[in-house]
């Protein structure tokens, strides 16, 4: 089944992107590799991977500016971004720039595969609900076909996991949704990781729908549970 499916790693590590590439490819993925952000980026431009493994502290290019590059022509391919760093400002970072998830080195084998699998598998749900009609979220209409809102004054542009969190709030006025939940529905029930990448994954949202993303009225905090959207009266 993995066949068809196409992962590029880019990481200047030699021994890391040999292990990565290794166990992928047993897992019957297609795997490109680059050795550095720049070839990752030229590879970004002429091939489309279904999900991109990227390092972020490399020599020349990093993988904060590969990202941010490659989220300017595509919002919906998953990125996963590797750290070495414990530094929390880091991981927050390559999340406001369009990663999907992140993982610390040094990891396992079997976290590794259980995010990419969760990730792919998401991906390819996503996509397709990116075919559905347009809804309404508080005072914008979305897009999801063009992965745009629009109040009526100003357009805003999310990416196709943010479009699928946002359809599935406005599936749910005014109900609290747990972070266990949404991370069920947006990563997938093998997710590894932490509430902290839906919690900044919210805190991007926030940025485009809010009127005062200090005050927050459509994603309200529920404080030791989750989030609730609440649509605006009348």
């Not at 989220?71 to 991981?91: F, G, N, Y």
């Not at 508080?138 to 542009?157: A, N, R, V, Y």
């Not at 947006?186 to 839906?198: D, F, K, N």
Request: contains cysteine; hydrophobic residues 35%.
């Amino acid at each position: 089944m993995n066949e068809a499916i196409r992962i590029l790693v880019v990481e200047d590590d030699v021994a890391i992107r040999r292990g990565l590439v290794d166990t992928l490819e047993s897992e019957n993925y297609q795997v490109g590799e680059a050795v550095d952000g720049r070839e990752g980026l030229e590879i970004l431009k002429k091939e489309s991977p279904d999900l991109l493994i990227l390092d972020l502290m490399m020599p020349g290019m990093s993988g904060y500016e590969v990202c941010r590059e490659f989220r300017t022509r595509d919002k919906q391919t998953p990125v996963l971004m590797l750290t070495a760093k414990s530094e929390e400002i880091d991981k927050v970072l390559g999340l406001e720039l369009g990663a999907d998830d992140y993982m610390t080195k040094p990891f396992g084998v079997r976290e590794l595969l259980a995010r990419v699998h969760a990730l792919l598998r998401r991906s390819q749900r996503t996509l397709s609900s990116l075919n559905d009609d347009e809804f309404v979220l508080g005072p914008f209409k979305m897009c999801p076909k063009k992965l745009t809102g629009s109040d009526g004054e100003k357009q805003i542009e999310v990416s196709a996991r943010e479009m699928d969190l946002l359809k599935y709030f406005a599936a749910r006025p005014n109900e609290v949704l747990s972070r266990d939940e949404l991370l069920n529905h947006a990563w997938g029930v093998e997710y590894y990781g932490t509430t902290r990448t839906l919690d900044q994954h919210i805190a991007q949202l926030r940025k485009k729908v809010e009127a005062d993303r200090k005050d927050p009225q459509l994603l309200q905090t529920v404080h030791g549970v989750g989030y609730r959207y609440c649509p605006p009266v009348g």
